[in-house]
């Protein structure tokens, strides 16, 4: 096999290494190209390329997470991951494992470990590298690496979130709850959604977002059923899809461009958070990207007709 060959071969699993450390598609595929960069200058056929492309990979992510940090200190309104539509490595064996691991929920929680932390925690316990070649790719010692994993599960289970664990039955209700959105219906809706569950929305000052999160069945109800029918009298469509590993639903404007990804929490039959994310931003990978103000604009505009 070439040195191409197993680059493209091994590509999927450097990707979602990349995404669980950054959170980012973007700067995921960027830590993936320069990867590819120095494995193909390099004058030595390393002896194992998945140690040496995971190392690689793992470092300069490391090296992106730590100034993302100070970006992210800075960032108006919640932040929250991009998008991702599809998890590109697949392992049947761990499936259920990897979709947990990359849903928005996981990604938040990992957001409060440090950067070290974070690659080890998802080199050992995402894609169950060993010790020897975890250490190898944060660089420090096989000790150094256990505690910091013993730190990064103990903030983990902290909030370790836990989804519907019968796929048909989480993907239904999901279906249920679309349905009940396109027809404003706020008591389909409440019932539908775990008695404290939030819905909170980043913006990241690019995009029109409620400053803040809205808890509780029946204020999220009513504030589904207040703002979507009028989308969809604007044009606005939604189409059910898997954002990141859990239910969800891609928004596009009349003209078919990205408004909005929609992510869904789960767990005991209910709709336990509700996560949009429409900075502009973070929206380009999946297609082009609407102008969310002008969409805004235009649902206002027709609700002052209407009265």
Known sequence: MSGTEEFEELRPLLFSIAYRILGSVGEAEDAVQETWLRFSASPIRPRSAKAFLSATVTRLSIDVLRSARVRREAYVGPWFPEPLLADPYQDPERSAELADSV?????????????LERA??????????????????????????????????????????????????????AARFFDALREGDVVALRDLLAADVSMAGDGGGKAPQSARSIRGAENVARLLAAVFPPLAGAGVTWAPHEINGQPGAVLRDGEGRVLNAMALDVLDGR?????????????????????????????????????
Do not use: Y
Request: net charge positive; aromatic share 6%.
């Open 103 to 115: 849903s928005m929920a996981a990604l938040l929680l990992l957001e409060r470990l440090s950067p």
């Open 120 to 173: 080890v925690f998802v080199l050992r316990e995402v894609f169950d590298f060993g010790f020897p070649e975890v250490a190898q790719a944060v660089g420090r010692s096989e000790a150094a690496c256990r505690q910091l994993l013993v730190r990064a599960r103990r903030h983990m289970t902290e909030g370790r979130p836990r989804f519907e664990a019968d796929r048909t039955e989480r993907d239904a209700l």
């Open 271 to 307: 709709i336990q958070a509700i996560r949009l994310v429409a900075n502009p931003d973070k929206l380009g990978h999946m297609g082009p990207v609407a102008d969310a103000w002008a969409v805004h604009h235009a649902v206002r505009e027709a609700r002052r007709e209407a009265r």
